[in-house]
């Protein structure tokens, strides 16, 4: 080989770099490394090594600053195949699985001795049997002989019995570590090779000096998500959002001491009020036509109604204030900070800038950082719905402020007062929207459903049997406040042309909605009471058959 053909070593030089900054978005993320170099002007490439094989070669892109003016020329990236040193790891398990079989010849040993042992005790217990119940009989020995004979030989079958029973557990264990160690030997004495990648940046420097260099690409295998903490304090009205962020990342690098950034950017049950289904009435011959329809219905609405994943709860004394606090009481602990993130928007996008020293190793767990906290106000309204439930359902009416952040879909944790109520699904809310916040059930607003008139017509009218219902229903507000309360019943609905439902009278007054919904909306001062009353009428031919009326 030539002068010419040998690789000047001078040209090449590889630099260190630390992460610095991470953008995670929701399906991968964005990577910043830097680090500095003292060039001598002979450099023509500058090199950073083994890069993670989850790192995309298209995302590579390449800036820096220094002392010296520097022309960057191009950046590449190199995939590199490496095998691990097999003979120190292969040393080391082969020695930890001879301690572990000296172990166990060594257990053998004393199991081997305590079978003897209790060997011993049997035959002596066997041959005892007989020679002491013909001494006895002889009156040759006592009682109490006999007595002690029979304690040592039972303390001491039941000394070996458990020692064995002992050695071999530990035996079984030994047994168990030796056949992980195996096939750890096995795959360690299999050839494998790791990929990794290798950045090359062309420079060309002008002179010497001091250089950074900056490096970012994007990652697979890192995302994040938001989840909620919803505080309600019935007593003031407030509700306090925790906005969290839950970051996972298995990248094959450690994040540590690096500014992290969220970005939206794209590169329960027991809490929500029952639903009210159509209330169906059809004629005899055509139940099995509408059976399965129905059904499906129904099933539907369990699997869209069951979809809350429990996750995991904030500890209110992570951010709650200490009891008792005061300005003049410096020697008492104070209250901890949020650290909270800085919002930015560009478009549609919104950034959540959270901090300078984030830690999120690769390890494919969730890690939890804040974003923000804020206290809003809200409006408590109420729902019932008498025919499936005899109390009413909260919910808190919020407004998302116009300067607030964007609240992107996910599960959110539902306190009330200090209880916590359930678990619901947050659908994006953009500032200055309204959003609902569904509490669960509250006993203090109670509903009592009468049935009160139920009645066949013997006589036909116009050829047509009539059937008479009327419902009462009572309302009472135990809250020392006035509520505002929607009330929902609703009336059957005709499947056949033949059945007629009309709805002949309503106290207050209003009027039928679709699918024979029935709606009132009422204000409710405390320790009030309100009556409400409907009543409807079923009209069909009297030879035929209706079936749905189960009132």
Not at 310 to 325: H, L, P, R, W, Y
């Amino acid at each position: 080989m030539t002068d010419s053909e040998m690789p000047n070593l001078d040209s090449i030089k590889t630099i260190d770099t630390r992460i610095c900054e991470v953008t995670v978005y929701t399906d991968r993320a964005l990577v910043t490394r830097r680090g500095t170099v003292a060039l001598t002007g002979n450099e023509r490439e500058l090199a950073i090594a083994s890069l993670p094989a989850t790192l995309e070669t298209e995302s590579v892109r390449a800036t820096g600053a220094g002392t010296v003016a520097v022309r960057l020329l191009g950046v590449r990236s190199e995939t590199v195949f490496s095998s691990e040193p097999v003979g120190d790891r292969t040393a080391e398990l082969t020695q930890q699985i001879q301690e572990l079989e000296t172990q166990k010849r060594a257990i053998d040993v004393q199991i081997a001795s305590r079978k003897i042992q209790l060997k011993f005790v049997e035959n002596l217990s066997e041959k005892s049997v007989g020679s002491f119940a013909s001494s006895i009989a002889k009156q040759q020995i006592g009682l109490n002989e006999t007595g002690e004979l029979v304690n040592f030989l039972g303390s001491n079958y039941k000394k070996y019995v458990s020692a064995i029973a002992l050695y071999e557990r530990q035996q079984r264990e030994i047994d168990k570590q030796i056949k992980a160690l195996n096939q750890q030997l096995g795959q360690v004495k299999t050839p494998h090779s790791e990929q990794s990648f290798n950045i090359i940046v062309a420079i060309e420097p002008s002179g010497s000096g001091n250089f950074e260099l900056e490096v970012s690409y994007v990652v697979t295998r890192a995302r994040w998500t938001p989840l909620y903490d919803l505080r309600v304090n019935t007593t003031n009205n407030q509700i306090n959002l925790n906005y969290l962020a839950e970051v996972n990342q298995n990248t094959g690098e450690d994040w540590t001491g690096v500014a992290l950034t969220l970005s939206t950017a794209k590169p329960g049950m027991g809490t929500l009020p029952p639903k009210l289904e159509p209330w169906f009435i059809d004629t005899l011959q055509s139940t099995v036509k509408y059976r399965n329809t129905e059904s499906r219905g129904r099933s539907s609405q369990v699997l869209s109604d069951s979809d809350g994943d429990i996750v995991d709860v904030f500890d209110e004394g992570m951010f709650g204030s200490f009891a008792g606090a005061t300005s003049d009481t410096a020697s008492l602990p104070r209250e901890a900070e949020t650290a909270t993130a800085k919002v930015s928007r560009e478009g549609g996008t919104v950034s959540f800038q959270v901090g300078g020293n984030t830690k999120i190793p690769s390890d494919g767990t969730p890690h939890k950082v804040m974003v923000f906290r804020e206290n809003y106000p809200f409006k408590p309204e109420y729902i019932a719905v008498p025919r499936l439930v005899s109390f009413a359902y909260l919910q808190a009416v919020v407004v998302n402020p116009l300067t607030g952040a964007t609240l992107l879909p996910g599960k959110a944790n539902i306190f009330r007062d200090n209880t916590f109520v359930g678990t619901v699904q947050l659908e994006n809310v953009s500032p200055g929207q309204e959003y609902k916040v569904n509490l669960g059930i509250d006993e203090r607003l109670k509903i009592e459903r009468e049935l009160v008139e139920r009645q066949v017509d013997k006589k036909l009218i116009g050829q047509q049997r009539r059937m008479s219902y009327a419902y009462r229903l009572n309302v009472t507000n135990l809250h020392q406040v006035q509520v505002h309360l929607t009330l929902k019943e609703q009336l059957p609905v005709s499947r056949n042309e033949q059945i007629k439902v009309r709805l002949t009278l309503t106290n207050p007054k209003i009027v039928a909605g679709e699918m024979g919904l029935l709606e009132w909306i009422m204000s409710l001062p405390p320790q009030a009471k309100q009556e409400l009353y409907y009543q409807f009428v079923v009209e069909h031919p009297p030879d035929l058959g209706v079936i749905g009326l189960d009132i």
